[in-house]
């Protein structure tokens, strides 16, 4: 059932690519367009949003995924991205420092110790927990590999790696040898204008916690500028990868 998994805006996955106030704004228009006429006001301010109910209520939001949140009960239904939407451009973020890891099923690997879910800034490099072997992630780039037991254990250790502290030293690059629906090939969702980067990811923020991409693997893929394009993937209902990548053209220079 949609929503049934519990709390979905503890993170904010988007931060890197809303820094900028132009960016928020193209957002709160985007939020605007997907609610109703008894909604509340949403403004981009340094930060964040406010949040302005007609009753008085106000609510700053840091966040994306607080912000839909706190709007979520006036927002139409999740349905397809609306191509005709062109709300504004987003920031393009700092160059990935992250390391991509390939969860990879191996009847050898060890399940995941509390450490991986529960590690503090004292803990060991994410590397400790890896085979320490490259593989190529999607035939495009390298990444780290990392071996788990069976397909439970693969769906665990992806949520992990999409969850504080992880999250911010390491991303999904790919997965093999998991034969389930949230793990499939993901159904791609494309643009071809900058200009409509916000309105994607107001749109698969509003889909992801309404449950909607739970067992349904999504990637979104648009420019950014001249030079980047946008690089987003959800499995599980959780955003395992957000960042910038560069162009076509850009990496052919």
Known sequence: MCGACGDRAALDWARPFLAGLPARMAVATAVTRLAGAAAPKVSARAGGWLVSARTGRQTVCTGLTELLAAVRPWLRAPGPFDAGQACGRVVVPPPETRRGVLVRVD??????GAEMLEVDAGAPELGAELAGV??????AEPADVLLVPDAGAARRAVLRLASPPWSSRAFLAGLDGVDQAWAAPPTEVTSDNPDQV????VWVEHARQAGCQDEMPLRLRAPLDAASRLDVELRAGHVVRARAMPAPSARRA
């Open 107 to 112: 009847p050898s690997g060890l399940e995941l």
């Open 134 to 139: 490259d593989a190529n992630a999607g035939g």
């Open 198 to 201: 916000a309105d994607l990811l």
